[in-house]
């Protein structure tokens, strides 16, 4: 796997889940 996609994937999960946390508190 490219390390771009690698890298892609993380920042998206960075972004994401401080939304999923924020959309979901019960959850986080």
Not at 11 to 17: F, P, S
């Amino acid at each position: 796997v490219p390390v771009r996609e690698v890298d892609e994937a993380i920042l998206i999960e960075a972004l994401t889940l401080p939304v999923v946390a924020l959309a979901s508190p019960s959850t986080a």
